[in-house]
């Protein structure tokens, strides 16, 4: 069968005082070919779309294939487009090949795809294989077979890139897919390499699905759909010298879930330009909002969640504040001395060091047995935080006392909370009371810092309720030790942080008159 679209323009034109309609143009938007059978191919499908005077991509055409081979179990689905935009030629070309059985070792290649494109670029999110029998084609202007958006750009020349999906002989154990990408500058900027690129998706334990979504980084970003999967997305940006890569893991393997996001497992983050580092596995979480930290949950039927493990780790400059502690062990602690213990100088938000912090929870749900009704819950976690101040670094209220060693200097805290309960259910004049044997919640906070000088503080706080409100109460205290330090002094971990991080378009880049700027700050705009 065969489709399309057309357009006749006219124009009205004014003939002696009376106003006619009269042809001025006639366009092609779209013609489009499915079901198609001849020798040597069970079925072609495609189409090419036209456009003219976009904002962003000027004038040209677009097509897009999908062909099922005979007597051959292969797909092959391809993409082109070509442009010009203010004065500009540009184009992208991207094809895959599925259903290949291509021994390398204990690898099988079950794909080979492979592309190339002229004076575009590509935005910073990876993305996955798409489907290679039945599925639809990205068919937006710019959108490649994995879903990347290409837009044009004089700046840059030749674009290159490889695709392979593999697995194991037990796919089940092991499937995935990656690309290698290189884009190259003009001759206009000096030629050499622009940017280079590994990305792609693996899933474990379950089927081949070798047009699985990856997409690292993207909001509201979801698992692959298999058991455990995981995502990455590798970027080196020559012009700039920076080094940019993520890693994300789901897991949904019955009673383990990953406690993130979607089931997120985990998610790792490296940057490594000129002047500024770091290595962030999980993020501190601060009580509200997503919770970001690496971590699993273990659910047994009919009991529930029973055990969740949560962990974060970050290296280098420009980390994340410690987080406070938990709310429910500040109240259980009792005064509002406990509270103070979190707030950090504006030094220590953010530094050149390593911040680390783990939390594990066993509990969280009530049991009965005959006529016993129980519930058991418990948690510790800590938090440890080690900065560089700088040597030169002092305490202004102690005599002017070096702080830490060589400017070094750590401060950390960990928690504890307990929470139990014991009952009877008994049927009293015909309905079911519940009585109340022992409710108690204990928690305990310290907070440290050290050495040189060294500061503690802490807090112990409990509830009770014995036999249904008998006895019952809250019990609390809380120490000090040493003095904390008035850093003075300090190197500023800001020094090498500049107040823009990113600019769109960027420099010297040519855009149409539609295209929207963003700017990205390293610091919160109209905050003090």
């Given at each position: 069968t065969a489709s399309g679209g057309i357009k006749i323009i006219g124009e009205l034109?004014?003939?002696?005082?009376?106003?006619?309609?009269?042809?001025?143009?006639?366009?092609?938007?779209?013609?489009?070919?499915?079901?198609?059978?001849?020798?040597?191919?069970?079925?072609?499908?495609?189409?090419?779309?036209?456009?003219?005077?976009?904002?962003?991509?000027?004038?040209?055409?677009?097509g897009q294939v999908h062909v099922k081979f005979e007597n051959f179990n292969a797909d092959l689905t391809a993409v082109a487009q070509f442009g010009r935009v203010g004065g500009s030629k540009y184009f992208f070309v991207d094809a895959l090949v599925c259903g290949l059985s291509l021994q390398m070792g204990p690898i099988t290649v079950k794909g080979l795809g492979g592309g190339v494109y002229h004076r575009m670029t590509r935005d910073s999110i990876g993305a996955g294989l798409p489907v290679c029998t039945g599925g639809a084609i990205p068919d937006s202007i710019g959108t490649s077979i994995s879903g990347i958006h290409y837009t044009p750009d004089a700046n840059k020349g030749l674009g290159l890139k490889l695709t392979i999906a593999m697995a194991l002989p037990n796919e089940k154990a092991f499937n995935g897919n990656v690309t290698f990408e290189m884009l190259f500058n003009s001759s206009s900027e000096g030629g050499g390499i622009?940017?280079?690129?590994?990305?792609?998706?693996?899933?474990?334990?379950?089927?081949?699905?070798?047009?699985?979504?990856?997409?690292?980084?993207?909001?509201?970003?979801?698992?692959?759909?298999?058991?455990?999967?995981?995502?990455?997305?590798?970027?080196?940006?020559?012009?700039?010298?920076?080094?940019h890569g993520q890693l994300e893991v789901y897991l949904d393997a019955g009673f383990l879930k990953g406690s993130g996001p979607g089931n997120q497992l985990g998610f790792a983050e490296v940057s490594i330009k000129p002047g500024d580092w770091y290595i962030k596995i999980g993020k501190p979480f601060y009580g509200f909002g997503e919770d970001n930290r690496v971590g699993m949950d273990i659910n047994v039927p009919v009991i529930g969640?029973?055990?969740?493990?949560?962990?974060?780790?970050?290296?280098?400059?420009?980390?994340d504040p410690m987080p406070p502690l938990p709310a429910h062990i500040l109240q259980l602690t009792g005064a509002t001395?406990?509270?103070?213990?979190?707030?950090?100088?504006?030094?220590?938000?953010?530094?050149?060091?390593?911040?680390?912090?783990?939390?594990?929870?066993?509990?969280?749900?009530?049991?009965?047995?005959?006529?016993?009704?129980?519930?058991?819950?418990?948690?510790?976690?800590?938090?440890?935080?080690?900065?560089?101040?700088?040597?030169?670094?002092?305490?202004?209220?102690?005599?002017?006392?070096?702080?830490?060693?060589?400017?070094?200097?750590?401060?950390?805290?960990?928690?504890?909370?307990?929470?139990?309960?014991?009952?009877?259910?008994?049927?009293?004049?015909?309905?079911?009371?519940?009585?109340?044997?022992?409710?108690?919640?204990?928690?305990?906070?310290?907070?440290?810092?050290?050495?040189n000088p060294f500061w503690a503080q802490g807090a112990v706080g409990a509830d009770y309720n014995?036999?249904?409100?008998?006895?019952?109460?809250?019990?609390?205290?809380?120490?000090?030790?040493?003095?904390?330090?008035?850093?003075?002094?300090?190197?500023?971990?800001?020094?090498?942080?500049?107040?823009?991080?990113?600019?769109?378009?960027?420099?010297?880049?040519?855009?149409?008159?539609?295209?929207?700027?963003?700017?990205n700050f390293n610091f919160p705009i109209g905050e003090p």
């Open positions: 034109k004014d003939f002696n005082g009376r106003q006619r309609w009269v042809y001025k143009d006639f366009e092609v938007d779209k013609i489009c070919l499915s079901g198609i059978s001849f020798p040597g191919v069970d079925d072609l499908s495609g189409c090419i779309n036209f456009f003219k005077d976009n904002s962003t991509y000027g004038s040209g055409f677009r622009s940017d280079a690129w590994i990305y792609g998706n693996a899933r474990f334990m379950d089927a081949m699905n070798i047009h699985a979504p990856c997409g690292v980084g993207s909001p509201g970003q979801k698992p692959n759909g298999s058991a455990m999967s995981a995502n990455v997305d590798l970027h080196m940006d020559f012009n700039k010298k920076h080094f969640n029973i055990a969740g493990f949560r962990a974060y780790l970050q290296i280098g400059k420009n980390l001395d406990v509270s103070s213990l979190n707030q950090r100088s504006d030094l220590t938000g953010t530094g050149d060091g390593f911040i680390f912090g783990s939390e594990i929870n066993l509990g969280s749900k009530d049991y009965t047995f005959a006529i016993f009704k129980a519930s058991l819950a418990a948690e510790l976690g800590f938090d440890i935080s080690v900065l560089d101040y700088g040597s030169g670094a002092t305490c202004t209220n102690l005599g002017g006392q070096q702080l830490g060693i060589n400017g070094w200097y750590a401060q950390g805290q960990v928690w504890a909370g307990l929470d139990v309960a014991l009952g009877i259910r008994v049927k009293v004049f015909g309905g079911t009371k519940e009585f109340t044997i022992l409710d108690m919640a204990a928690a305990m906070a310290l907070q440290a810092k050290l050495p014995l036999l249904g409100g008998l006895v019952k109460g809250h019990c609390d205290f809380q120490f000090t030790i040493g003095e904390i330090c008035e850093i003075a002094n300090a190197g500023n971990p800001y020094e090498n942080v500049g107040i823009i991080q990113l600019t769109n378009p960027t420099e010297n880049q040519e855009v149409g008159t539609g295209k929207k700027p963003k700017i």
